[in-house]
């Protein structure tokens, strides 16, 4: 990802309302401060409700201000984002191919939204 070569600080600096977590992977994640929810989580659920502010907010309980840094660093870092998608996506079709199921849709469906 080129995303790598800005620091968490450089990020983080572009888009105020933004913190790292380590993911269950070890790899370091976005996420909006505040919330429990990493960037591509978030992003998943902002297609998935059909990029409805009031849906997302209320639904979700969370912060304006919150979604709209998802969304900023989203807009600057597709790829890092993308890339935390389809890794998603790749663990969803793993499970399935051996026969586990769930109910959220996928990262492809939410995908499509935008």
Same mark, same amino acid.
């Given at each position: 990802?080129?995303?790598?070569q800005?620091s968490e ?7 105020? %309302?933004i $913190?790292f977590? !380590?993911g269950?992977d070890g790899t ?5 401060? %505040? ?5 591509? $989580?978030?992003m998943?659920i902002?297609w ?10 209320? %639904?979700?309980?969370?912060?304006r201000?919150?979604?709209e ?5 989203y %807009?600057?870092?597709?790829?890092e984002i !993308?890339?935390?998608?389809?890794e998603?996506?790749r663990?969803?079709?793993?499970a399935?191919?051996?026969?586990l199921?769930?109910n959220?849709p ?9």
């Amino acid at each position: 990802m080129t995303t790598e070569q800005l620091s968490e600080a450089e990020r983080a600096a572009r888009v105020p %309302g933004i $913190e790292f977590v !380590d993911g269950t992977d070890g790899t370091r994640r976005a996420k909006p401060i %505040g919330t429990g929810l990493e960037v591509w $989580e978030l992003m998943r659920i902002w297609w998935a409700c059909e990029e409805n502010m009031e849906e997302v907010t209320v %639904g979700w309980t969370l912060e304006r201000s919150q979604v709209e840094a998802a969304l900023s660093y989203y %807009g600057l870092f597709t790829e890092e984002i !993308d890339w935390h998608l389809a890794e998603c996506e790749r663990a969803y079709d793993e499970a399935e191919a051996n026969g586990l199921t769930w109910n959220a849709p996928s990262s492809s469906e939410a995908h499509q939204r935008r």
